[in-house]
Nanobody
């Protein structure tokens, strides 16, 4: 079965940190750019960050620049999203998606080839 599985979500205090993981099963991530998206309560899904298949290119939306870092370990077939200085407005379900083309990933388009089920991140004191 070809799928992406997110993990690492949970409850964090404002100013705290969490690291999300996106692991692939049934296929290798080497050929795909990976994007992180999130859906906050009552809001539409939005793009957060994207990394190219080689890891040489990354992209962040303005609201997370300087706080979030995307990385990948192709040997482990996993992409990570390190989230620091978390804010209550970061509360959302976070999803990862695989894209054949970096262009669509960095534009945060809803045309990913594979999507995970999401992991909940809650930032609250």
């Amino acid at each position: 079965q070809l799928q992406l599985v997110e993990s690492g979500g949970g409850l964090a205090q404002p100013g705290g940190s969490l690291t999300l993981s996106c692991a692939a099963s049934g296929f290798t991530l080497d050929d795909y750019s990976i994007g992180w998206f999130r859906r906050a309560p009552g809001k539409e899904r939005e793009g957060v960050s994207c990394i190219s298949s080689s890891g040489g290119r990354t992209n962040y939306v303005d609201s997370v620049k300087g706080r979030f870092t995307i990385s990948r370990d192709n040997a482990k077939n996993t992409v990570y999203l390190q989230m620091n200085s978390l804010k209550p407005e970061d509360t959302a379900i976070y999803y990862c998606a695989a894209f054949v083309e970096y262009y669509y990933c960095s534009a945060y388009m809803s045309v990913g080839d594979y999507w995970g089920q999401g992991t909940q991140v809650t930032v609250s004191s």
